[in-house]
């Protein structure tokens, strides 16, 4: 299949190379002439990089939406998420956490030695923390601002059933794969039924060979984590074994993000917008968020000032006094 790119305007500061409706394996970008003048192609996707674990299949449960002050001031007033620039589209990155990693390691390890027991990848040494280097790991650091608002994929999916799709399921489709200097983007858009007329000759997510979603969680084979490649991986009998690279390579780090379809705001109760709100540093070396930011003691500071919702705190009380009535009465 013909992979046609394009550049893309785009809000942030970032000039993306844009495949739509495909998700394309990083060994098929290495030939396609379309991109061969790029600063990727010529400086990454050439290289000859040392073994690594790859593709590392990851199930993902949490979503994340990083933002600057100025975006979270404008979320916090309108009490939720709304689509951005013509699109109309709200973006959300996965968020990974040691225990995801852990599990990643062991479905690599059961690949790798199909025979191997249960005890035994019980006592195998760790390997896989030390080639997950790529941005999308550091969870204490972001290129997009200091605020990061995290939820279950599948709740935020409800969430927008039952407010943009009338009941009915989303539809996930392939949106495209972005390129940028390092970092490839597998795009997956979520839209309501009612838009198929718009987004139609996207293709279903289910024809992606890269990313899934199961109605819980997002399936990911992440075929470059590193970004910097420290070690590379090598197997001596039944064990899987980190050597250190006394001279490291930079390469290519690959990523998946969703994107729903919003033009209207998608609605959070107050008290949950703030619960999944925390903070993280900016990435000073790659400055992406094109708003107002601040420190991470003043990021904190910050949270803790937004006002908690007083109606909530009234239906808790209501819901507290009609429990004690009925101690009283039983």
């Known amino acids: 299949m013909a992979a046609n790119f394009s550049p893309q305007k785009n809000a942030r500061k970032a ?3 844009v495949c739509k409706e495909q998700h394309i394996a990083i060994n098929d970008l290495k030939i396609k002439d379309e991109i061969k003048h790029r600063h990727m192609y010529k400086t990454y996707l050439l290289k000859d990089i040392p073994e690594y674990p790859s593709p590392v299949e990851f199930h993902i449960t949490e979503v994340a939406h990083v933002t600057n002050k100025t975006s979270l001031e404008k979320i916090w007033n309108s009490g939720g998420f709304k689509g951005l620039d013509t699109d109309s589209f709200s973006w ?19 690949k790798l030695f199909p025979d191997m027991t249960k005890e035994e990848k019980t006592v195998h040494p760790p390997f896989l923390r030390e080639f997950t280097t790529s941005p999308l790991f550091l969870n204490e650091l972001s290129r997009y601002g200091n605020f990061r608002f ?4 599948n709740e935020l999916m409800e969430t927008y059933k039952k407010q943009k799709c009338e009941g009915q399921e989303p539809i996930l489709r392939i949106y495209g794969t972005k390129l940028f200097s390092q970092e490839i983007e597998y795009v997956v858009l979520v839209h309501s039924p009612e838009f198929n007329w718009k987004f139609g000759h996207f293709p279903l997510l289910k024809s992606s060979p ?16 590193c970004e910097t490649h420290n070690f590379q991986l090598v197997i001596r009998g039944g064990t899987a074994v980190t050597e250190y690279m006394p001279s490291h390579q930079f390469y290519v780090w690959d990523h998946v993000s969703l994107v729903f379809h919003s033009k209207d705001v998608l609605t959070v ?19 992406l968020s094109n708003g107002k930011n601040c420190s991470f003691d003043e990021a904190e500071k910050f949270i803790k000032s937004l006002p908690d919702d007083e109606s909530e705190k009234e ?16």
């Open 315 to 330: 239906d808790e009380k209501e819901e507290y006094k009609s429990v004690e009535v009925k101690m009283e009465m039983d």
């Open 210 to 225: 890269w990313v899934a979603y199961d109605g819980h969680q997002i399936i990911w084979k992440a075929q470059a984590i």
């Open 15 to 17: 000039k993306p190379f």
């Open 92 to 110: 959300w990155s996965l968020k990974i956490n040691e225990a995801d990693i852990r599990a990643a390691e062991e479905r690599y390890l059961e």
């Open 150 to 153: 995290t939820f279950p994929v």
């Open 269 to 287: 109760p107050q008290r949950k917008l703030k619960g999944s709100l925390s903070c993280c540093e900016l990435d000073r070396d790659v400055d």
